[in-house]
C-alpha cells in the first residue's frame, strides 16, 4: 500500500556529511512514525533513529545521537536523514521505514513498510 524510495546515498570521507531522502507514496501520513534503519555487511539491521509523523518528536541510537538529525517534512511525505560527522562505522545500507501504530518504535518488526535501501560508503 505505502511506497517509500530512499535517496541521496553515496560515498564520503569520514567527517563528512550526506543527507538521505525518503519520498512516500501511495497513503497520507498524519499520525504514524518513520524510522531509519541500517545494516552492514554480516550484520543485523540496526536502528537509526525515528519521528512521530504529527509531533515531530524523535529519537535516536545512542551511536549516532548528536550527529544525525531525522526530520519530516508533511507536506511532501518525505523523511530525511541529515548525517553529520560520519564515521566508516556508519557505512552501512540504509532504510526507510513506516508503521501504521502511533508512537516511536525502534524494533525493525514494529514497521509496516521498507524502502529499498541506499548504500553509504564512509572511507577513512
Known amino acids: 500500500q505505502v511506497q517509500l524510495v530512499e535517496s541521496g546515498g553515496g560515498l564520503v570521507q569520514a567527517g563528512g556529511s550526506l543527507r538521505l531522502s525518503c519520498a512516500a507514496s501511495?497513503?497520507?501520513?498524519?499520525?504514524?512514525?518513520m524510522g531509519w534503519f541500517r545494516q552492514a555487511p554480516g550484520k543485523e539491521r540496526e536502528f537509526v533513529a525515528a519521528?512521530?509523523?504529527?509531533?515531530?518528536?524523535?529519537y535516536y541510537a545512542d551511536s549516532v545521537r548528536g550527529r544525525f538529525t531525522i526530520s519530516r517534512d508533511s507536506a511532501e511525505n518525505t523523511v530525511y536523514l541529515q548525517m553529520n560527522s560520519l564515521k566508516p562505522e556508519d557505512t552501512a545500507v540504509y532504510y526507510c521505514?513506516?508503521?501504521?501504530?502511533?508512537?516511536?518504535?525502534?524494533?525493525?518488526?514494529?514497521?509496516?513498510?521498507w524502502g529499498q535501501g541506499t548504500q553509504v560508503t564512509v572511507s577513512s
Open positions: 519521528i512521530s509523523w504529527s509531533t515531530g518528536r524523535s
Open positions: 501511495g497513503r497520507t501520513f498524519s499520525s504514524n512514525s
Open positions: 521505514a513506516a508503521r501504521k501504530t502511533i508512537g516511536i518504535a525502534t524494533r525493525s518488526r514494529e514497521y509496516d513498510y
